[in-house]
């Protein structure tokens, strides 16, 4: 009889937090679950683990996660896990508080012009550049269970 361990994915591109079921957590189940080769993890609370792409800090990188108490950011999807038993012991609220994902955003700088030919005003705009930012963006819980269980 296989084991099946529950697990919490939080994933950044949709910045959902869901359940999911592994048979081991041996590197190749954790990376392909990840994404990656180099998988790496932290405690959370005591009884939990982060996963983590050990690998996901390089040029390019279009959001991070930062976990409470835990200074380096984070990158790609993450798995939650307990340390001691089959499943979490802490809920999905739980554990998405204590991460916040960060994503950056560009903002078009807009540049308007006006000109009156004859009695008609006409109004021209452009993009005249851009401007970057950093915003957080809560992540969220499925409402519907076919959601919330991930594929």
């Known amino acids: 009889m296989r084991t099946r361990h529950t697990i919490y994915v939080i994933t950044p591109v949709d910045c959902f937090i869901r359940v999911r079921h592994i048979s081991s957590f041996s590197n190749s189940v954790l990376g392909k679950e990840i994404g990656c080769q180099g998988v790496s993890s932290?405690?959370?609370?005591d009884e939990h683990?982060?996963?983590?792409?050990?690998?996901?800090l390089r040029d390019g990188i279009d959001h991070y996660f930062q976990l409470e108490g835990h200074p380096d950011p984070l990158v790609g999807k993450l798995l939650v896990a307990s340390a001691r038993f089959d499943k979490p012991t802490l809920s999905l609220e739980s554990i998405a508080s204590k991460f916040t994902l960060y994503k950056p955003v560009i903002d078009p700088i807009i540049k308007s012009t006006q000109t009156v030919v004859?009695?008609?005003?006409?109004?021209?705009?452009?993009?005249?550049?851009?401007?970057?930012?950093?915003?957080?963006?809560d992540i969220q819980i499925p409402?519907?269970?076919?959601?919330?269980?991930g594929p």
Do not use: T
Request: hydrophobic share 40%; aromatic share 12%; charged share 25%.
């Open 143 to 149: 409402q519907s269970p076919e959601y919330l269980n």
């Open 49 to 56: 683990i982060v996963y983590y792409d050990d690998e996901g």
């Open 118 to 137: 004859d009695d008609l005003r006409l109004y021209i705009h452009g993009v005249a550049g851009f401007s970057a930012r950093i915003i957080s963006v």
């Open 42 to 45: 932290l405690p959370v609370e």
